[in-house]
């Protein structure tokens, strides 16, 4: 069974930083890209990152782009997102997600999310 | 970016019913390989979001044939014949042919 489960959330002031993890089981991580999708209090979904299999390969919206970064350890089949100066816009939930094999794609398996709450 | 819009914003509806959510993109989502990559997820409440159809049509695992995504270019629908209870949540089409990818404002179906 595939399995994504998030941890490193929490209450953050504005401008410091902080680190996610997501510990992923019942599959072949290295196999696999994967990703991070956040989505603020009552609101919509937001791509925020995406990582190639070994991790050489990133790719990010400008909304996060030069402050979070994405990366794995594929040794440990776990994914990370350090997020760096902290704005309060990026209060929200965040999920880890698997993308499908062959092109992707689309997000075939996520994770329960994480609360991140940036604030003074 | 693409933008996704997606109406209606919220739909009311009766168990039974046939339910219809459109997706317009601002541009076309054919790729360069042929694929239109083209996306509906349901987030029930309290959960994450869920794969229902990728690649505008095709039906993830264990996915009811009461869903039925279509369309082509930059107009697309999902459409849910005969609502059950466990259809209740909001809607989100999503595109990954484009960088950055991007999610439609999603749409709310609730029971009338």
């Known amino acids: 069974e595939v399995q994504l489960v998030e941890s490193g959330g929490g209450l953050v002031q504005p401008g410091r930083s902080l680190k996610l993890s997501c510990a992923a089981s019942?599959?072949?991580?290295?196999?696999?890209?994967m990703a991070w999708v956040r989505q603020a209090p009552k609101k919509g979904l937001e791509w925020v990152a995406t990582?190639?299999?070994?991790?050489?390969?990133?790719y990010s919206p400008d909304s996060v782009k030069g402050r979070f970064t994405i990366s794995r350890d594929n040794a440990k089949s776990s994914l990370y997102l350090q997020m760096n100066s902290l704005k309060s816009e990026d209060t929200a939930t965040y999920y880890c997600?698997?993308?499908?094999?062959?092109?992707?794609?689309?997000?075939?398996?996520w994770g329960q999310g994480v609360m991140v709450t940036v604030s003074s | 970016d693409v933008v996704l819009t997606q109406t209606p914003v919220s739909l009311s509806v009766t168990l039974g019913d046939q339910a219809s959510i459109c997706c317009r993109s601002?541009?076309?989502?054919?790729?360069?390989?042929?694929?239109?990559?083209l996306e509906w997820y349901l987030q029930k409440a309290g959960q994450s979001p869920q794969l229902l159809i990728y690649?505008?049509?095709n039906r993830f695992s264990g996915v009811p044939d009461r869903f039925i995504g279509s369309g082509s270019g930059t107009d697309f629908t999902l459409k849910i014949s005969r609502v059950e209870p466990e259809d209740l949540g909001i809607y989100y089409c999503?595109?990954?042919?484009?960088?950055?990818?991007?999610f439609g404002g999603g749409t709310k179906l609730e029971l009338k």
């Open positions: 990582i190639s299999t070994n991790g050489n390969r990133t």
């Open positions: 601002s541009q076309s989502l054919e790729y360069s390989d042929g694929n239109t990559y």
């Open positions: 019942g599959f072949t991580f290295s196999n696999y890209y």
């Open positions: 999503f595109q990954a042919t484009h960088d950055p990818r991007t």
């Open positions: 690649e505008v049509s």
């Open positions: 997600a698997r993308l499908e094999y062959t092109t992707d794609s689309y997000f075939d398996y």
